[in-house]
Antibody, heavy 122, light 106 residues
Framework: QVQLVESGAELKKPGSSVKLSCRVS????????ISWVRQAPGQGLEWVGG????????NYAQAFQGRVAFTADESTQTVYMELRALRFEDTAVYFC???????????????WGRGTRVTVSP | EIVMTQSPAMLSVSPGERVTLSCRAS??????LAWYQQKPGQAPRLLMY???TRDTGVPARFRGTGSGTDFSLTINSLQSDDFAVYFC?????????FGGGTKLEI
């Protein structure tokens, strides 16, 4: 059973950075991509980017290029997302997800964490 | 970027009815299409992938069809547990993109 456990809610000021974590409980940590998908209040879903831990560079949606960075710690099976230069419109729930297809860069999201609420407010 | 368009945005239906949700891609995504169900305050749940493959535990009353640019999710004999928001997602090309969702309400 795959479990994704995310860090707690964050309240940040515009212009600051936030770093979220996602601990992945699975015996195939490096075989599947871990992505972040966000959902602004009352809105749809938006893919931020994904990384296959310890295997290749992360892939980011163009809307976040230059502001986001994913890192992974294989020893703790944790993936981190740092989002910089926060804006009011970054206020959203950020879901950590795991791909449903092994070893590919194009995938659907088979497993979801409960989400981390990030609020950007002065 | 492939734009996914879902219609309608909202659908009022009654338990026991059959409903069909539509998802259209701005260019062909072949068979690389997934559907998710989301209930208030919860994370989305994968329902279907590769258009028509139900994820583990998804009831047989859910059926996915289509290919290329036009896709449908049909739910037969709606149950109270099915009233939620449904999203489609293409994974044929980067960036991975979602439709705007269809809300099923009683």
């Amino acid at each position: 059973q795959v479990q994704l456990v995310e860090s707690g809610a964050e309240l940040k000021k515009p212009g600051s950075s936030v770093k979220l974590s996602c601990r992945v409980s699975t015996d195939t940590f490096t075989s599947y991509a871990i992505s972040w998908v966000r959902q602004a209040p009352g809105q749809g879903l938006e893919w931020v980017g994904g990384v296959r831990p310890t295997f290749g560079a992360p892939n980011y949606a163009q809307a976040f290029q230059g502001r986001v960075a994913f890192t992974a710690d294989e020893s703790t099976q944790t993936v981190y997302m740092e989002l910089r230069a926060l804006r009011f419109e970054d206020t959203a729930v950020y879901f950590c997800t795991r791909a449903g297809i092994m070893a590919t860069a194009n995938y659907f999201f088979a497993y979801w964490g409960r989400g981390t609420r990030v609020t950007v407010s002065p | 970027e492939i734009v996914m368009t879902q219609s309608p945005a909202m659908l009022s239906v009654s338990p026991g009815e059959r409903v069909t949700l539509s998802c259209r891609a701005s260019q062909s995504v072949r068979l690389n299409l997934a559907w998710y169900q989301q209930k208030p305050g919860q994370a989305p749940r994968l329902l279907m992938y590769s258009v028509a493959t139900r994820d583990t535990g998804v009831p047989a009353r859910f059926r996915g069809t289509g290919s290329g640019t036009d896709f449908s999710l049909t739910i037969n004999s709606l149950q109270s547990d099915d009233f939620a928001v449904y999203f489609c997602q293409q994974y044929d090309q980067w960036p991975l993109t979602f439709g705007g969702g269809t809300k099923l309400e009683i």
